[in-house]
């Protein structure tokens, strides 16, 4: 009796992990006002561009600061490896196929907020672009024009991985 507990336990468990993976919201957040570059994916992974060009990672709880720049020592050039004499014949899909793949796929990331105020240095270009911006501006999506030397983005882009699996598997 308690065998079977354990084993519906230890299901019930992986069945909640894996549907909280297809589950969690995944997002992206560019914030140039408050210098917040990163990457979430809520409970499980997080990536922040920190300052100096570091890369924060956390992970389940780790915590990890890496510096992109500082690993040129690690990566020498080693010995070319030889390819094997002996061909294998792979599946390849056409380019059509994986155009449209691509395509359904970036068609499920929602753009959840787009603020944009920019200011080219050049008062006629931002002349030209004033009523562009305005027209194409919308609740949802906030462009403007400013004169003052102002230059803000602001997006958060957000997904499910039940989402991307679902748009490659129907598509």
């Known amino acids: 009796m308690t065998g079977q507990f354990w084993i519906i336990l230890t299901v019930g468990v992986v069945l909640g992990l894996?549907?909280?993976l297809l589950i969690a919201p995944l997002m992206l957040v560019i914030d140039t006002e408050e210098q917040q570059y990163a990457v979430h994916w809520r409970g499980l992974l997080s990536i922040h561009l920190v300052?100096?060009?570091?890369i924060r990672f956390w992970v389940l709880g780790w915590?990890?600061?890496?510096?992109p720049w500082s690993f040129s020592s690690l990566f020498q050039p080693g010995k070319?490896?030889?390819k094997s004499s002996a061909s294998v014949n792979r599946?390849?899909?056409s380019s059509r196929i994986v155009l449209r793949k691509?395509?359904?796929m970036l068609q499920t990331f929602q753009v959840k907020t787009c603020e944009v105020n920019l200011d080219t240095g050049h008062y006629g270009y931002n002349a030209y672009l004033y009523p562009v911006f305005g027209l194409?501006?919308?609740p949802d999506r906030r462009l403007r024009i400013n004169f003052t030397g102002e230059v803000l983005v602001k997006i958060i882009i957000r997904n499910r991985l039940?989402?991307?699996l679902l748009s490659f598997i129907f598509s």
């Open 18 to 20: 894996v549907g909280w």
């Open 102 to 104: 691509i395509k359904r």
């Open 136 to 138: 194409l501006s919308r």
């Open 91 to 93: 599946f390849r899909m």
């Open 162 to 164: 039940y989402r991307i």
């Open 51 to 54: 300052s100096g060009g570091r």
């Open 63 to 67: 915590t990890k600061t890496i510096d």
């Open 80 to 82: 070319p490896k030889r």
